[in-house]
């Protein structure tokens, strides 16, 4: 239990890492994307 625990752990930790940056590239996408626009 106290594996499977701990990988649930560590996936979940990736996932929440891939996600945020993720968003980080978002949101510079869209400041280069409202920079041209401008």
């Known amino acids: ?3 499977l625990t701990e990988g649930v ?3 979940a930790d ?3 890492l ?3 940056n ?3 590239l ?3 996408r869209a400041r280069d994307l ?3 626009l401008e």
Request: aromatic fraction near 0%; charged fraction near 40%; charge should be positive.
């Open 18 to 20: 891939r996600l945020r």
């Open 26 to 28: 978002g949101e510079l």
């Open 34 to 36: 409202t920079a041209c």
């Open 1 to 3: 239990m106290d594996k």
């Open 14 to 16: 990736s996932i929440r």
């Open 22 to 24: 993720l968003l980080r």
């Open 9 to 11: 752990k560590v996936l």
